[in-house]
């Protein structure tokens, strides 16, 4: 079965440009996570979706961010414009449990670099 | 702030002896605690979890316990094994919320 697909699993920008991440999810798993990686922080969530409905989006840094889950099989993750300090790895994870804990499933990443 | 703390960001372990991580929470709220290993350019992958009903939870040469009075818990894995050397994250969360909260993880190397 396919995991979880994110793409590009590389991007390396320059600063002030707009990036987009996509994400394919398990089929069949209704919740969808964004995370990003860094040294200083390790695994941050940034936002979370159950049904394609943004349910929490407090961990988004700032306006520069948005998500969106326009269905339940595709998701994406836009940076504009990016920044040296957005350089990280973006995770994308799906979860077939809504409401009680389940195990996340998480993608390759995306490894964004902003010069 | 961190709620979800991993010190001794590295550990080296010879084969065939225990490897022993620990974390430490600050949310006493938290009721459900899992365990995720990181191999280099992949994705962190499910390996034990825990809820707060339970103080061990064992699965083959892994094993978690829970100390909710202290807010720490522990992996142990023996015997280590080369394939285990990777990074190890803690994740917490509230039962019934899909949110969980990361460590910063841990650097196992087993050498063989």
């Known amino acids: 079965d396919a995991g979880v697909i994110q793409s590009p699993r590389h991007e390396v920008t320059e600063m002030g440009q707009e990036v987009t991440l996509r994400c394919k999810p398990i089929?069949?798993?209704?919740?969808l996570f964004w995370y990003r990686q860094t040294m200083m922080r390790g695994l941050e969530l940034l936002i979370y979706f159950n049904n394609n409905v943004p349910i929490d989006d407090s961990g988004m840094p700032e306006d520069r961010f948005s998500a969106k889950m326009p269905n339940a099989s595709f998701s994406t993750l836009k940076i504009q414009p990016s920044e040296p300090r957005d350089s990280a790895v973006y995770f994308c994870?799906?979860?077939?449990?809504?409401?009680?804990?389940?195990?996340?499933?998480f993608g390759e990443g995306s490894r964004l670099t902003v010069l | 702030d961190q709620q979800v703390k991993q010190n001794s960001p590295s550990l080296s372990v010879q084969e065939g002896r225990i490897s022993i991580l620990n974390c430490d929470y600050t949310?006493?709220?938290?009721?459900?605690f899992l365990w995720y290993k990181k191999y280099p350019a992949e994705g962190p992958t499910f390996l034990i979890s825990?809820?707060?009903?339970?103080d061990k939870n064992e699965d083959g040469r892994f094993t978690v316990f829970l100390n909710k009075s202290a807010k720490h818990l522990s992996l142990h894995i023996v015997p280590s094994q080369p394939g285990d050397s990777a990074v190890y994250f803690c994740?917490?969360?509230?039962?019934?919320?899909?949110?969980?909260?990361f460590g910063k993880g841990n650097q196992v190397v087993v050498i063989p």
């Open positions: 994740a917490a969360s509230l039962y019934g919320n899909n949110r969980l909260a």
């Open positions: 825990i809820s707060s009903i339970k």
């Open positions: 994870a799906s979860s077939a449990r809504q409401g009680g804990t389940g195990e996340l499933f």
């Open positions: 089929s069949g798993h209704n919740s």
């Open positions: 949310n006493s709220m938290f009721d459900y």
